[in-house]
């Protein structure tokens, strides 16, 4: 019997075609028509080959509702075909017009304590609202059918930064829909919250809400799965968008932008549900480790994406959304756009085009601001659209490989933010952020992995934290190291399960026979301002009084105070468990000892402290993040793509200066 073959995945490469896409946001219904043509002029003067038009065109589209206004964006279409510049055309649904909410107010999200958001922002719509998502729908259709067949279509992004909550009633009824698919019954659901507790123990689904405003403490578990609902919910709005324009147009890729590192998203899923998986990325340019917080994004972004992945937005200079913002030093613009080609980016590209003259944005940079042509910012732009081209060709589509894996799940850091936790100092992004910081410093090149994903090509597996853990995953990490990998562990993980039950004994025992742990007394978490001793470094932020087993080594013990003497590290084996945070000096060095037993080693060895190397397929990237210049030993003879000189054991770096290196 023969079967038609599927067709295949759409992916980035169809869009880039061997090429670094190049350009940004552009939101030409802000400006009289007459511009529209000398916008066209700066983009081929500044090298760029991507726009995204109509993420918050909703009202223009449709000023009423069920009428279109299309002859707008029919201009920019061909004008942007014309000026050989391809469209990312966005879905216009993260902004409802103002008629909606007046028309149809169960539209409007309400807040935990049942207050509504009005119009006059943006993302003001309930997830889980029937009409909302039928006029999203109705708009799409026609949006994706007029423009399905137009040459300069080359991409579609649906929504925007999807973050909205909603605990309104609409809310409250998916809710409990979507908890009936989980648990079948109310009696699944109760042994799973724990209603036992508090006399909370439910005999009718109507009884049964969001985790509304409460007079004390709320259910962690009815918490825990609001918030994999709300993923969920959010999930469902951009599927049901994302399947209308595939049947228009199957053969391009569909995306939406993920905010880093965001709490509400559950990205990994995400991501299986993209063509396309994109970031938008904004670090603070007067904060000192901003270079290792844009790595970490980019590493997980990477991962998500399993190759090449998109930079959808960053900022051309300053932001307006911090106390103070600063703008980007000559050069910090260019120096970061590398780096996120260099960590797989095949797509660098800001919000926005131009800078805005009204509105909340004004004061957000465009890759045109406020000074025009002339002004510095569009001159590194050009400089950068100049240099992308040129190396375009060959890093699009490259990939990069990791010895080390840095496991990360969303399930896991919602069940430990909950209200009655042992320190509120414990942040899970701060603490995965610390550790990926250690090894970033080390030079050591790092994937992201979730718990129960294939981890066998990993010589060295890391895991920051992960309070919560299914079985599936905690047998996954024993396989990992049965099979001949290294595992290191800190402190609070394995302690629950997937419904933020605490594991008898205060960590799941097979994870304690992993580590060495006989038994697990205390948990002692540390004031702010509060160390612990230990005979190798300090420990900060948290301890354990732990016993070891006999079979285990104390790589360093606890000196003085309640601890003394008991485990800070502990090795089993290839299982290594950290029952402190060490400081950042210390934590370096012993990740990096562990590497290096495991036969993982930096990219490049000797970098000065502001240097950062990657490689990206044969490229070596270098990057200096230091506001002076640095000289830096490259074994070998290369080929400078930027500078287009040869390179033999020595490099030289201006400030925030940048070498692309072909052996």
């Not at 950068?384 to 990791?402: D, F, K, Y």
């Not at 948290?542 to 590290?569: C, F, H």
Request: glycine content about 10%.
């Amino acid at each position: 019997m023969s079967s038609t073959p599927r067709r295949p995945t759409p992916t980035l490469a169809g869009a880039t075609r061997g090429r670094v896409l190049f350009g940004g946001d552009y939101n030409p219904e802000q400006w009289p028509e007459e511009t529209w043509h000398e916008d066209v002029r700066l983009m081929r003067d500044a090298g760029v080959n991507s726009v995204t038009l109509g993420v918050f065109s909703w009202a223009k589209i449709e000023p009423r509702p069920g009428e279109r206004r299309f002859g707008w964006l029919d201009r920019l279409m061909d004008l942007m075909h014309e000026g050989g510049i391809g469209v990312v055309l966005a879905t216009p649904t993260a902004s409802p017009p103002p008629w909606l909410g007046r028309l149809y107010p169960e539209t409007l999200p309400r807040d935990e304590d049942g207050r509504t958001e009005w119009w006059g922002g943006r993302q003001h719509f309930s997830h889980s609202s029937a009409a909302y998502r039928r006029h999203a729908a109705a708009v799409t259709e026609d949006l994706a059918a007029r423009y399905a067949s137009h040459p300069a279509l080359t991409m579609w992004h649906i929504n925007n930064e999807y973050c909205t909550y909603d605990w309104g009633d609409e809310a409250a009824a998916r809710f409990r829909t979507w908890l009936r698919g989980r648990y079948g019954g109310l009696d699944a659901l109760n042994t799973a919250w724990g209603t036992a507790f508090w006399s909370q123990g439910y005999g009718d689904w109507e009884e049964v809400l969001p985790p509304r405003h409460a007079h004390y403490l709320k259910n962690p578990t009815q918490v825990l799965d609001f918030k994999r609902f709300t993923s969920d919910m959010l999930l469902e709005c951009y599927a049901a968008e994302r399947d209308i324009v595939r049947r228009h147009t199957p053969h391009l890729p569909v995306t939406t932008n993920f905010m880093p590192l965001w709490a509400g998203q559950d990205a990994w899923r995400w991501a299986e549900e993209e063509d396309v998986v994109s970031v938008d990325l904004y670090p603070d340019p007067r904060d000192p480790f901003a270079a290792q917080h844009a790595a970490l994004v980019q590493d997980m972004t990477r991962s998500q994406a399993r190759g090449p992945w998109m930079l959808m937005e960053q900022a051309a200079g300053a932001v307006n959304w911090r106390g103070v913002n600063h703008p980007k030093p000559q050069g910090l613009n260019r120096l970061w756009s590398f780096q996120a080609v260099a960590r797989g980016a095949d797509a660098v590209c800001y919000f926005q085009w131009r800078q805005s003259r009204q509105g909340a944005e004004k004061f957000h940079s465009g890759m045109v601001g406020h000074a025009g042509e002339r002004g510095r910012t569009f001159q590194e732009v050009k400089r950068i659209g100049a240099e992308l081209a040129a190396v375009g060709p060959e890093v699009a589509g490259r990939h990069g490989t990791a010895d080390i894996a840095v496991l990360h799940d969303w399930h896991s850091w919602w069940a430990g933010a909950h209200e009655g936790r042992l320190s509120t100092r414990v942040d899970y992004a701060d603490v995965l952020t610390t550790w990926h910081r250690a090894l970033w410093q080390a030079g050591l090149a790092t994937d992201f992995a979730h718990p129960e994903h294939d981890l066998s090509a990993y010589r060295m597996v890391v895991v920051p934290q992960l309070y919560a853990l299914t079985d599936a995953a905690i047998d996954n990490l024993l396989a990992h190291v049965r099979g001949g990998g290294v595992l290191v562990s800190g402190f609070l993980t394995g302690v629950a399960d997937q419904d933020d039950r605490v594991r008898a004994g205060g960590m799941d025992a097979r994870l304690r026979e992993l580590f060495g742990i006989r038994t697990l007394h205390e948990w002692w978490p540390l004031e702010a301002g509060e160390t612990v001793r230990t005979d190798d470094f300090t420990g900060t932020l948290w301890s354990e009084e732990i016993e070891e087993t006999e079979d285990a080594s104390v790589e360093a013990a606890y000196r003085g105070g309640e601890l003394d003497g008991r485990p800070a590290a502990l090795r089993n084996g290839r299982a290594w468990y950290l029952s402190t945070l060490p400081e950042p000096d210390a934590l370096r060095r012993v990740l990096t000892g562990i590497a290096a037993e495991a036969g993982v080693r930096p990219v490049l060895d000797g970098l000065p402290g502001q240097v950062e190397a990657v490689r990206r397929g044969e490229l070596l990237f270098v990057l200096n993040h230091g506001r002076e210049p640095v000289t830096v030993e490259v074994p070998g003879t290369h080929h400078d793509l930027l500078t287009r000189a040869t390179v033999t054991d020595r490099l030289t770096l201006e400030r925030y200066g940048v070498a692309v290196l072909r052996p």
